[in-house]
């Protein structure tokens, strides 16, 4: 079955630097999503892409965030400047159709930890 | 802001037995709700759907019920295998064309005992 991939599996930063997670989705799909889930609470929406625009995004993604689809198959989330309260694993999902009545595939994650 | 609840934070069933997963929901526009798996290390995986026009649907040994008025939605699994044992999430959605944005729940760790 098709997979999304994120690398780095791990990534640890010291406070105030800026940080980029990088996302393969699924090749035939159009519609993209980062969610993040704090150690111990549950898996929160961030932000969703589609056609090169955010669609929408959480009170959570704020001006220190951002998302980009630089090529025809990666997909980032770079936080600029990172604070100590961004350690969580950070999750890409895609789907295929966005019609909001499908499953969204997730990658494995990525865990941030802010130092 | 909790919209999406699930009120056990851990399970243990026998091997063999049912397992019930429970979720509760506050926010009556969602209409489309999805349970999924997640193990240590990995992304959540999809499991099964529901639409909110049906009350029940049925994958295998997993089966998920609906009941609007009450809102809340559970999870059966029968017979529980011991790589059942997993965090499940609830989730739930607004039909909104071009927006798959899911609210989960916090999760009920299900353990299934040989």
């Known amino acids: 079955e098709p997979e999304v991939t994120q690398t780095p599996s791990h990534q640890v930063t010291q406070m105030g630097q800026e940080v980029i997670l990088r996302c393969v989705p699924i090749s035939n799909h159009l519609y993209f999503y980062w969610y993040r889930q704090i150690l111990g609470q549950k898996v929160e929406f961030l932000v969703s892409f589609y056609n090169n625009e955010i669609s929408e995004k959480s009170e959570i993604f704020d001006d220190q965030f951002s998302v980009e689809r630089p090529d025809g198959s990666n997909f980032t989330l770079k936080i600029r400047s990172t604070k100590l309260e961004d350690s969580a694993m950070y999750f890409c999902?895609?789907?295929?159709?966005?019609?909001?009545?499908?499953?969204?595939?997730f990658g494995s994650g990525t865990q941030l930890s802010v130092l | 802001d909790q919209q999406v609840k699930q009120n056990s934070p851990s399970l243990s069933v026998q091997e063999g037995r049912i397992s019930i997963l429970n979720c509760d929901y506050t926010n009556s526009m969602f209409d489309y709700f999805l349970w999924y798996k997640k193990y240590p290390a990995e992304g959540p995986t999809f499991l099964i759907s529901i639409s909110s026009i049906k009350d029940k649907n049925e994958d295998g040994r997993f089966t998920v019920f609906l009941n609007k008025s009450a809102k809340h939605l559970s999870l059966h699994i029968v017979p529980s295998q011991p790589g059942d044992s997993a965090v499940y999430f609830c989730?739930?959605?607004?039909?909104?064309?071009?927006?798959?944005?899911?609210?989960f729940g916090t999760g009920t760790r299900l353990t299934i005992i040989p």
């Open positions: 999902a895609s789907s295929a159709l966005g019609t909001g009545n499908e499953k969204l595939f």
């Open positions: 989730a739930a959605s607004v039909t909104n064309f071009g927006n798959e944005k899911l609210t």
